[in-house]
């Protein structure tokens, strides 16, 4: 019988709870952030278009639910991305164009955004039988196309579709019509909507390589050297959430070009690694939990990249 001593144990131990550690780093280093706007409602059945039902905000909803469900991607709070696009007074539609896109990225941090159109939508309904007496089958038919867009290059990196058609027996079509965005996704619309998404989920996954952590620039607007914290100026707004790490960075050389005199490239350093303790929709508490923290001031820049 072999015996194992107590410290070989407790050496065991540590070594099983920093490979966790570690393996929980490395899933979280490797998300991207990323926005979804409502979709258009591009061909919406007329008992849908009159009685003015926001189908593509629905749609979108499902697509960040399946998203966040899926893990690949960090999906940006819906009310963030709608407080930017109301100040910036931007579209909140599919049809937005990739410039617009790319300033709602950059404000939110994140690195792409999904726009999209839902080009089918509705409920057909059949009775299965002889001289009008039988069952009455409905079906609900969906089909949505989505782009997957790059906030640094504006660059579509795919271009997906999905489609998907669900039946049901025994149910009033007037019941199944009669939905909105809060509970269709309990109904036979919702089901087809959250098959046809399923395909342009994995289509993006695989996309995700391509897509570079979205960096976020800030400045430092206030410092408490007695509690080694400080307020940065950006928020949730900006992409900026708990325990995001920020580097207080400052320039060390300015190089300049002996012919015309301008700086042709500055040296920078790292002076201090800040952690983000609290947040807020316009700004952020960090703590200083390593290098010189007391050389922090006012107007320092701060980002989530060395």
Known sequence: ???????????????FSVLIVFQGY?????????????????????HFQARNFKIGRA????????????????????????????EQKLSASGLVDTSEVAKIGKILGVSAIIVGSVTQFGIDSKVMGIFGIGVKQNYARVAVNARLIDTTTAEILNAAEGSAEESASGVRIEGLANIDASNMANTILGTATKSALA??????????????????????????????????????????????IFYVVKVVKEIKSPTTGAVIKRLTDVVAELK?????????????????????????DVSTSK
Do not use: P
């Open 1 to 15: 019988m072999t015996v194992v001593k107590w410290h070989q144990k407790i050496v065991i131990f540590f070594l």
């Open 199 to 244: 395909n342009i989920v994995k289509q993006f996954k695989e996309q995700s390589a391509k897509l570079k952590e979205t960096v976020i620039n800030a400045k430092v607007a206030y410092v408490d050297k007695t509690n080694k914290t400080c307020i940065i100026d950006a928020g949730k707004d900006h992409g900026v959430t708990n325990d995001t």
């Open 59 to 86: 749609v979108a909803d499902i697509l960040v639910t399946e998203l966040v469900k899926d893990g690949t991607f960090k999906v940006i709070e819906r009310s963030q991305l709608e407080k930017v696009i109301s």
């Open 276 to 300: 983000v303790i609290e947040v807020e929709g316009s700004n952020a508490t960090l703590l200083c939990v390593s290098g010189k923290c007391d050389v922090i001031k006012e107007n320092d």
């Open 26 to 46: 490395a899933a979280d280093a490797g998300v991207k952030k990323i926005a979804v706007l409502d979709f258009e409602d591009a061909a919406v059945s007329a």
